[in-house]
């Protein structure tokens, strides 16, 4: 018997591997509801054993993956068939094998190759309490994170005999800095004017909350959101393993990367289809909106991307998270992501523009703005108008401070949030109407103006909390412990979505 394990979603399950060995014709079968890719893994185990010089038993063979109730994908159980079926033949020590977890699949020549989600099959055998878990060499600086185990790395089969054998050590996985450098990263100090933008994007970073940039052609809409990565706070470590298991399950994880250090951007293109946004396939894999969890997802060209793709941001906009169900099975991936979106407000996209060029009709821009629906625009929390850069904003220096200055005051901020025992290790943008009351209550002129101003604009009361929150990171990024009129103005100002 030997111990793999199989992903539903980000988590991982224990399989066993159970092998019998009988009389009969030779024969090697796998069975316990195996995919098409496990039945497939009968050919490469074979061949890899010859390659060991340890060929299958001229008997009948059968492999058994337990619980049969669990589907299971992949090629991860190779090389725990493999051993298995060596300690049935006495090839190799039973017993030796039992505190392992093997994880890996096999190539012909009997080369251990990497698998997916190999962070989260470590952690399922931690939780079991088993001794070890040999993977992959690629797949080593994934799996060292876990502590409390024997992670070790293995590159072929015959290592792993000789491992279990007692004739070789392999060697232990070792932790490795992501030391990779993102050359896209904008600098905020390059961008000119823009100031009201500059300061959504700042309190974005800090609480995360939602984002709409709306203006003219080659205003630097596109240029602002892409400058978010260098404000972002950093990942705490346990964000770090959220983030990082979700890429590897997706499979996009570097070889020889350890942790996904940085909050995730991720931009897809309006183009992009719904199941490539949200999520989906057999097995179910992330989309964007998972691997932008715990960073930030830019829409550009918001109202190009399909009716069908925005729609389903509300759920994940609201939860956090994002369900996909296929064949009766739930998966449910973690998607919290900040949503920087930019567009411009009509189809020419000059109307409001001092040049008067605009010559949208009406009801052309209602159809266009209606692309993006109420309950969408609903969980946005601040929106921008931005001015077109004229040639004067243009020929002036850039006067905004670099984004190491905004960064150190988003940082500053987002200590404060994390600070307090109400936001439960969440930023502000995920607080709950509770825990907002208590620690943004209003005075009685903040309070005036707030239900003035939710008459005057037909706020929803998911609307009215999202100003609450928004006005709670706004006190904070000044370091203020009560919310005061003045940071409620503020936040109200960001719900216009008319431009009005
Ligand atoms: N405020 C600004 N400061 C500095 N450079 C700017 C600014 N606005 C625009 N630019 C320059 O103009 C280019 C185009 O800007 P950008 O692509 O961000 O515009 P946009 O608002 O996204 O336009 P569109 O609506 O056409 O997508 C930028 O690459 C940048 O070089
Ligand atoms: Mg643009």
């Given amino acids: 018997m030997a111990h793999a394990s199989t992903l539903v979603g980000l988590q991982a399950l224990p399989v066993q591997v159970e092998v019998d060995i009988a009389r009969g014709l030779p024969a090697f079968d796998l069975v316990g509801l195996p995919e098409a890719s496990v039945r497939e893994s009968r050919m490469r185990v074979r061949s890899a054993l010859e390659q060991v010089g340890l060929p299958l038993p001229t008997r009948r063979v059968t492999v058994n993956l337990a619980p049969a109730d669990v589907r299971k994908y992949g090629a991860g159980f190779d090389l725990a068939i493999a051993m298995a079926t060596l300690a049935a033949s006495r090839e190799c020590p039973e017993d030796s094998l039992r505190d392992w977890l093997l994880v890996g699949e096999l190539s012909l020549t009997g080369a251990l190759r990497p698998v997916r989600g190999v962070l989260a099959k470590v952690l399922c055998a931690k939780q079991q309490g088993m001794r070890g878990a040999i993977v992959p060499a690629e797949n080593a600086a994934e799996a060292a994170v876990v502590s409390g185990l024997e992670v070790r790395a293995a590159t072929s089969l015959a290592d792993v005999v000789a491992f279990f054998q007692g004739t070789f050590v392999l060697p232990t996985a070792e932790r490795v800095r992501d030391t990779r450098i993102d050359l896209e990263q904008l600098d905020l100090g390059d961008v000119r ?23 003219p052609p080659g205003g630097g809409k596109t240029l602002l959101a892409r400058t978010m990565p260098g404000i972002l706070p950093p990942l705490s470590f346990d964000e770090s393993v959220e983030v990082t298991s979700i890429y590897s399950v997706a499979g ?10 940085r909050r995730p951007y991720r931009h897809p293109h309006h183009t992009a289809s719904t199941v490539g946004i949200v999520g989906g396939g057999d097995p179910p894999r992330p989309g964007e909106i998972a691997l ?48 920087v979106a930019a567009m411009n407000p009509c189809p020419c996209g000059y109307q409001g523009d001092p040049s008067d ?8 821009i209602r159809k266009y703005r209606a692309r993006v629906s109420g309950p969408l625009l609903d969980r946005i929390d601040l929106c921008v108008h931005l001015p077109g850069t004229s040639a004067m904003v243009y020929s002036e220096a850039p006067d905004g401070p670099p984004s190491s200055e905004v960064r150190a005051r988003v940082i500053e901020a987002r200590e404060r949030q994390l600070r307090r025992p109400q936001n439960q290790n969440e930023p502000n943008g995920r607080l709950q109407p509770k825990a907002l009351r208590a620690i943004a209550a209003l005075s009685a002129d903040a309070k005036g103006l707030l239900s003035a101003a939710a008459e005057r604009m037909g706020l929803s009361a998911r609307a009215l909390t999202r100003v609450l929150r928004v006005a709670r990171t706004i006190a904070d990024l000044e370091g203020e412990e009560s919310v005061l ?11 216009s979505f008319s431009g009005e």
Avoid: K
């Fill in 357 to 364: 060029r605009c010559e949208c009709s009406d009801e052309r």
């Fill in 292 to 339: 932008a969890h715990r960073g930030v997802l830019f829409l550009d060209e918001f109202p190009e991307f399909t009716r069908e793709a925005l729609e389903a941001l509300r759920e994940p906009l609201e939860e956090g998270s994002v369900t996909i169900v296929r064949s009766r099975v739930r998966t449910t991936f973690p998607a919290r992501f900040t949503l």
């Fill in 252 to 261: 996009m994880l570097p070889a020889g990367v350890s942790l996904v250090e």
């Fill in 193 to 215: 004017g823009q100031h009201a933008a500059r300061r959504a994007l700042e309190i974005s970073a800090a609480g995360d909350h939602n984002v709409l940039l709306m203006g």
């Fill in 485 to 495: 009129t003045a940071h409620v103005a503020e936040a109200i100002g960001y719900r």
